[in-house]
Structures are given as structure tokens and as C-alpha cells.
């Protein structure tokens, strides 16, 4: 799960980038071209209870790898600015499952917006445009193609373009329109049309407004006042301050917690916009346990136990016989695996179970 962080100069991204990955990739290079690469793990008390419970040997959290790209700037005249990154940049934007969209929203006279103002829906809009541009100069090259393939071809060959054709002109409609391409809810079989080309506004979005120190207690309404104007499919819109969520990070434990009392905060916001991209994409969390892991599987929402089984091996889902499942909170009610079978807890699901975010699952399978 790769979410690329993206936004205009001056935003924060690598502010953001640090506060997540506990990193030290240097700020304020103004746009320059090096990409940061971190993973985090995805906070589960869950886990952290399961592994109290049974006393493995190891913990496995669920992860996320977040890449810092360079911030493009503002283009001219409707020309797509990712024509003028690197190719790998634009490859990693491209290869990205989503996009965690940073926009200042700080005051800060030493670090002057290159816009002149704080106007963070105006930057939002503003590199969504981009993106947009960006799609649709792909998308016009591709009907051009198109339209000489169908004149070439098998009969089955001419109806795959067709097809394909269909869903790229709805698609290419609302880019001249300037809307993302999420927008449309389009079907399963409608985004494998043309799912190689791996379009920029297709993908989920977690806007992220980047607040001042002194904005940390309004946060909700800020959130609140974008969230109204800016209403995408896919999309969801949060705040935090990441020079300050860094310098939390910086500090030892206790310390760290006393700052965010003092803040008025119960628990980082580093760790909210964590699970907050985790949903963006999707994903649930089963868990295993035994003496030697405990761990928390990501899988995507409405996945079934043999999907489980496959996740954890392929072993496991050829030979699948069942499941065993237990919710979480009854397993810790009760205590131990035996006491919630004794108590009727833990339940012998077949292949067909859809899972549920927090199930504790073990596979019974023959070899």
C-alpha cells in the first residue's frame, strides 16, 4: 500500500512526510526533485491487546509506505506541469494506490505563500487541475489511437476497443469538464478498460490542511468549512499540524505526552491520519495469534475467509478446511481462546465468511 504525498511548494509535504515516518529528510528545498520513502506502522491497540493476551515472541503491525514526491508548480497556458517532472517521478505518482494532498493552511511571515495569501481550497483546486490536465492529455492521445484501431483487427479486437472507447469518452468528458475522474462511481468492469493507464484523478484522495499551532483547537472547523466546498467521491479531508506533530515525534514518550496534554490532545494526529489512509484505501485488519506472531493482516473490505487464508499463504487456501473466528472484543472479554470457545464466542466459519475489521481468525486447513 503506497500513498504518495503530493501538494504545491511551501505546503508542508515534507513536514508532513517527517511527522509521519519519524524521518529527518531535509525541508525547504522549494520544489526540488528528491523523492522520500518511509513506511509506518498502522496503530491497532487490538493487536497490542492480542499480543497481551497470548505473549508471541513477535508483533506484526499492518504498514503503510507514504513517498514524499517533488511539488510542481503552478502550470501555464493548460499545460500539464507532470510533462515536466522526471519520469520516475511521474511513475511513482502514476504506481501510487492514493494520494495524501497537503495544503498549507499555516500563517507563517518567514515562509511567504508563493500565491501571496492563505487560501487552502484555492491550492487544493489548484493542483487538482493539474492532475486533471495531466489525465486528460493521456486520455486524448489514447482516443486518438483508438480511433485508428478500430479500423484495423479482428471482429473481437474492434469490440474491445469499442468498448474501451466508451468508458474513455465518459471519462474524457469530464476532465474538459474539470472533474476527477472518482467522480463518476464508474463499475469495476468499466475501470478495467483502462486500468494500465493508471490515471492521476482516479485515485482516493486524503486532504490533509496543514494548521498552525495556534488553529490546532478549531482544527474541526476548519475541516469542516473545506469539507463542504470540496465534496469528490473518494475523498476525505482532515488537519493537523505537522511542524508541531514532528517535534512531538522528536520528544521521549513521556514528554512527548505532556505536550499534547498541554495542546489539549489525547493521542497524535500523525496517528489518526495513519488510520485515516488505511480506510482511504479500503482496507480492514484481520489477526492471527500464536506463541510465535501476532499479527494484523490488511485486506480489502468485503474479503472472505479463503481470501484470508491466501493472504496469510496459498498453502493455506488450497487446503482450506475452515475457519475459526472470534471478534476481538469477545476475545478479550474473555480472556484466552479456549475461554471463548467455552463460552460460545469463537465460531467455525466456511470459506464464503466475509470478514469483519478486527476479527481474530485462525485457518484449519489440510496439507
Known sequence: MQIAIVGLAQAGKTTTFNALTKGHAQTGGYGGLTVH???????????????????????????????????????????????????????????????????????????????????????????????VLADLAVSERRLERLAKEAQHGTAVEREEA?????????????????????????SAAEARAFRGYRFLTEKPVLVLLNIGERDIPRASELVASVQTRYGHESTIVDALSARIEMEIGELP?????????????????LDRVIELSYRLLGRISFLTGNPEEARAW????????????????????????????????????????AAARHAGKLRSEGKEYVLRDGDVVTVLFKV
Open 37 to 131: 520513502v518511509g513506511t509506518v506502522k498502522v496503530p491497532d491497540p487490538r493487536l497490542d491487546g492480542l499480543a497481551a493476551i497470548l505473549h508471541p515472541k513477535k508483533i506484526v503491525h499492518a504498514d503503510v509506505t507514504y513517498l514524499d514526491l517533488p511539488a510542481p508548480q503552478p502550470s501555464a497556458e493548460g499545460h500539464p506541469v507532470t510533462e515536466d517532472l522526471p519520469a520516475e517521478v511521474v511513475g511513482r505518482l502514476r504506481e501510487a494506490d492514493a494520494f495524501l494532498h497537503v495544503a498549507r493552511a499555516f500563517e507563517d511571515p518567514s515562509v511567504p505563500h508563493p500565491a501571496g495569501s492563505i487560501d487552502a481550497l484555492r491550492d487544493i483546486e489548484r493542483l487538482d487541475l493539474e492532475f
Open 162 to 186: 469499442e468498448r474501451e472507447r466508451v468508458v474513455l469518452a465518459r471519462v474524457h468528458a469530464a476532465l474538459v469538464e474539470g472533474r476527477p475522474i472518482r467522480d463518476l462511481r464508474l
Open 253 to 269: 514518550s513521556e514528554e512527548g505526552a505532556v505536550f499534547l496534554a498541554d495542546l489539549g490532545l489525547e493521542r497524535p494526529g
Open 298 to 337: 490488511p485486506i480489502a473490505e468485503g474479503s472472505t475467509a479463503l481470501d484470508a487464508a491466501a493472504t496469510i499463504h496459498s498453502d493455506l487456501a488450497r487446503g482450506f478446511i475452515r475457519a475459526e473466528v472470534v471478534r476481538y472484543e469477545d476475545l478479550e472479554a474473555t480472556g484466552s481462546i
